[in-house]
Structures are given as structure tokens and as C-alpha cells.
């Protein structure tokens, strides 16, 4: 019986980047990774890898993962708290698991009061994004969110 290693994590989102002049073609696949502790981290497979990943990969599918190049996370939107990026390299290993044991948590709900009090929230982690800002008034600011 051949003996699994790597970090055993759930895809709980996955998304394609396209190319901005030209929409058909993906500039690279963005996943958000959770481990069995509920932390999340954001990884990228660029261009060049999507045709060597993509098959083996789906959303909420779980995997034994390894051999990432790990960095800081300089992204201008962060999609996860983490400080680290992951990206695939040739030598990174993706196998599929099977662990019945394994969480399906993979939303992070907070109570309305939290939201509304902005307790422990980020924009970035709401459904949607920011469509208009407008001021009322000296220190007033409202958003509109397009959900």
C-alpha cells in the first residue's frame, strides 16, 4: 500500500483569472486551501502549470499537497488572512484523498451585530464588492455593495 504525505487540505474556492484583452484565455487558476485546523491560505497556479493541474484539481475536492513555493502575499486584494501565498511549481504534488473525517466547514458566518459593528470583519471576506461611496455629511461615509 503505497504510504500518502503533504498537508492534507479541502479546495474551498477556486476561480480562473482571465486575460484582460482577451477574456477566453486564463492567465491563471487562484484557490483558497484549508487545513484540517480551519486556517486558509491563498495559492496560484500560473499560466504555464494550468494545463498540468487543472484536471487534477476541483472545488471542495481534498488533497494531499506539497512542494509549493511559499512567499508573502503582496496581493493588492487579500483573499484570505494569511500573510504567505502559495504558488505550484512543476514539482509540487497534488494527489486526491478520501478522508471522511475531514471538515466541511468551509464558510466563516459571523453574527449580523459583527457585520454591522465591523467586529473581526474584512470587506474583502463579503459577498460582493464595493460599487459607490458617497459622504453625507462631515464624517459620514456609506458604501453600497453589489450582492
Not at 504525505?5 to 487558476?29: E, F, M
Not at 487545513?35 to 500560473?46: L, V
Request: net charge positive.
Amino acid at each position: 500500500m503505497k504510504t500518502r504525505t503533504g498537508n492534507l487540505v479541502r479546495i474551498v474556492r477556486l476561480w480562473h483569472v482571465p486575460n484582460r484583452d482577451k477574456p477566453d484565455n486564463t492567465v491563471s487558476l487562484e484557490l483558497i486551501i484549508q487545513d484540517e485546523k480551519g486556517d486558509r491560505i491563498h495559492a496560484t497556479i500560473g499560466r504555464s502549470l494550468i494545463r498540468m493541474f487543472k484536471p487534477k484539481i476541483k472545488e471542495l475536492g481534498l488533497y494531499f499537497m506539497k512542494n509549493f513555493v511559499v512567499g508573502p502575499n503582496y496581493t493588492k486584494l487579500k483573499y484570505t488572512r494569511h500573510k504567505l501565498k502559495l504558488a505550484f511549481t512543476h514539482k509540487t504534488i497534488v494527489e486526491e484523498a478520501n478522508d471522511h473525517l475531514f471538515g466541511m466547514s468551509i464558510f466563516d458566518l459571523k453574527p449580523y451585530e459583527y457585520l454591522i459593528n465591523k467586529i473581526d470583519v474584512q470587506e474583502s471576506e463579503l459577498f460582493g464588492g464595493i460599487i459607490s461611496r458617497q459622504h453625507f455629511g462631515k464624517n459620514s461615509l456609506t458604501k453600497y455593495f453589489h450582492i
